[in-house]
């Protein structure tokens, strides 16, 4: 894989905060069911699982997006759960519920037989669609890879499921913290593996979705989600082939927290559509670039309305570097596909004035 | 109805910010799904509405908690949806589903005719169960009234049920913003009816519960729900008979904007547990008392774990006054009631510490 910049590299200078001439723009879930070409490789694939598991078709649909809107970044097709699959817990998709393990973490003989992943053995399809992608992508613009944050996919682990109140990872949290630290040390080590391997397969910037995150006090935040985030940034290799590889985290509904994730070895911080852009900008100042944060459900409405808000994202966030454009969280299946075309659009027209 | 102040009276002291022994402490939902005096009460009511509909048993199930537990405050049981019901919506549970309505608004005439809600003429109900729940508890403990703020009921009303991602009203919001403000009129001059006839009736103090304010964008929260509430403010009752009756806003996931929340008219701000009470208690000053923020979810473990991390509450907020601990969200039904014991003694006994 060559090492050189890609041909539109404006997302990876807006994440080291160097000058750009517009503000760069790709979409949380841009590949997914808002796209009826997605929809068809799906069912082609059989299950969504399957889709993520089979190199060949996550490439179809990762460059899907690219090939409709102009796009300034790809990113991985792939699920955050991949992780706690590959530790044997028997990830599948309950229909129109979401992701549910078969071997949810419950004892704790269970927790102490944990084994930190090797990606190469376990993980080898989510690196073979890196590597198949980068070629596919010819080095047009970058590729972000990803994983689950380690509080995040505890989540799952414990609780078997997503959409719950947490009371089963929350009374681990306060009752036996003990556990939930070894669960959480165990995963940790695996997502640096995981994204040191897909940097070495390719990946051009990583994200790190700490979802849930959120949903802790303060003090359980920095202590159950963002010491492990650092201590996975910590690890994670700086550089490939001489090439900066940034690193983007993003708590959803982390907004209160902002200074601190500024210190976590991020050079981004995501942030959800209820914290002012300009107002976040202020607190992280230049330590971190910002991603962000448009509000998923504008997409819904019309052209014009989404031109319109993604104006105030863009006064927002105001003049000068650091920042890629973004959602606020993952874009809805009910988006009509017009709608993100106009946001693309009026990025790519309206941002250059703010770079001048 | 008596003028003369509660008997305990240290609620309504810390909600203006003035001296008192200890830290007073009530928890939302307190009459729950979690007693099972409650869950008798309600199957002999037949269904939830029924039981807020019955005066007498509203009364019955408002008091069994403090039958049980030396709680500072009662709340009255009812419902945040009474007032879309009053006009005429079609409120009713489905079963593990929450709230609904058989007609949630969906054209522009059904907007238009809208009106305000008379509390006298649909809402007598509530208004007999306040009465009845002063009599009954025989000025021992203040009784707090409540409402939905205007958003939080319009987000039921358009959308027809809880647990929604929100699309129908954001795009509302959005794309016909002159619609979404006609509906928020009409619902906040419907609240403030509705909490001035519940004062009259004998509530001592007033609470708005904004449960999705937070699901909003700043410029959005602005607007939206955070200028209705602050209508609803300056238009509630100040007093009765002499009394001052405080007011609560709680704004769930609202911790981005305490400043802004802090101006609104009220005398306290309850806080989920995502927001740290002493940094909470920097940012409001002494514009506002703070109510809050144990995390419910701790409520799930052991009367020790409960102990400490009710401790590490008070610590948070601090020597001094203004302060009503409570937890950050409503209790949820899987808690053991030995431990909601636990909390109220802990606070009882780790708090005048605070106070001298």
Redesign the interface.
């Known amino acids: 894989m060559s090492a050189q910049a890609p041909k539109n590299d404006t997302f990876l200078r807006a994440l080291v905060r160097e000058p750009t001439p517009y503000t760069p723009v790709w979409i949380m879930r841009q590949a997914g069911r808002y796209l009826p070409e997605y929809n068809q490789t799906r069912q082609q694939a059989g299950s969504f699982l399957d889709l993520c598991k089979n190199p060949h078709l996550a490439t179809e649909v990762t460059l899907q997006p690219l090939a409709r809107f102009p796009l300034d970044a790809a990113i991985l097709f792939s699920d955050i759960l991949t992780i706690p699959d590959a530790m044997g817990l028997g990830l599948y998709f309950a229909e129109g519920e979401g992701p549910r393990f078969h071997r949810p973490l419950r004892e704790e003989w269970e927790i102490r037989n944990l084994d930190v992943v090797d990606p190469a053995a376990h993980l080898g399809y989510v690196l073979d669609a890196v590597s198949q992608i980068r070629k596919a992508l010819d080095n047009e613009v970058p590729l972000i890879g990803f994983s689950g944050s380690p509080y995040t996919l505890a989540c799952y682990m414990i609780e078997g499921r997503g959409k719950t109140?947490?009371?089963e990872i929350?009374?681990m949290l306060?009752?036996r913290p003990d556990l939930l630290h070894t669960i959480l040390d165990v995963t940790a080590q695996s997502v640096v593996a995981y994204l040191n391997a897909q940097i070495e397969a390719g990946a051009q910037a990583v994200m790190i979705f700490d979802t849930w995150g959120?949903?802790?006090?303060?003090?359980?935040?920095r202590e159950f989600s963002l010491a492990h985030i650092q201590r996975i940034c910590a690890d994670l290799h700086q550089t490939r082939d001489g090439q900066r590889v940034p690193r983007i985290v993003f708590t959803k509904?982390g907004?209160?927290w902002l200074e601190a994730l500024a210190e976590c070895g991020a050079d981004a911080l995501a942030v959800d559509?209820?914290?002012?852009l300009g107002?976040a900008r202020r607190r992280v100042g230049d330590r971190v670039a910002l991603q962000g944060n448009l509000?998923p459900?504008?997409l819904?409405?019309?052209p014009d309305?989404v031109e319109r808000?993604a104006s105030?994202v863009l006064a927002s966030f105001g003049h000068g570097n650091g920042h890629v454009f973004n959602l606020?969280h993952g874009v809805?299946q009910?988006t009509p596909p017009e709608n993100v075309a106009a946001l693309i659009d009026a990025v790519h027209a309206l941002s250059p004035a703010y770079h001048q």
């Open positions: 109140e947490f009371h929350k009374r306060y009752a959120g949903s802790l006090s303060e003090a359980a935040f509904g907004g209160q559509w209820t914290t002012d107002a509000d459900a504008i819904l409405t019309t309305v808000e105030r606020g809805s009910f």
